[in-house]
Nanobody, 122 residues
């Protein structure tokens, strides 16, 4: 069992930056691939970025490519999402997720955090 807690959300103006963190409980964090998804009001939850258990392989959606960077520190049981040049359309609740396969689809992830709100104003 893995419990995930997101932090670092908030409100910023367009062009600003935020860093989200996802901290996991348990001693098996390094065994899981991790991902970030987001859900905007009135929309379905969508894939943002993912990272393999080793941190070597990453997947990035086209909508955030070049602006968002995922990383992880297995020694700290923590994953990060650095978001630069934020746009109003990035406004959403951001969720971190853990799974053994860790791809671009939600059903590849078994564990989910509660989410953290990111609001970008124009």
């Amino acid at each position: 069992q893995v419990q995930l807690v997101e932090s670092g959300g908030g409100s910023v103006q367009a062009g600003g930056s935020l860093r989200l963190s996802c901290t996991a409980s348990g001693r098996t964090f390094g065994s899981y691939a991790m991902g970030w998804f987001r859900q905007a009001p009135g929309k379905e939850r969508e894939f943002v970025v993912a990272i393999s258990w080793s941190g070597i392989i990453t997947y990035v959606s086209d909508t955030v490519k070049g602006r968002f960077t995922i990383s992880r520190d297995n020694a700290k049981n923590t994953m990060y999402l650095r978001m630069n040049n934020l746009k109003p359309e990035d406004t959403a609740v951001y969720y971190c997720a853990a799974g053994f396969s860790g791809g671009r689809t939600q059903n590849e992830y078994a564990y989910w955090g509660q989410g953290t709100q990111v609001t970008v104003s124009s």
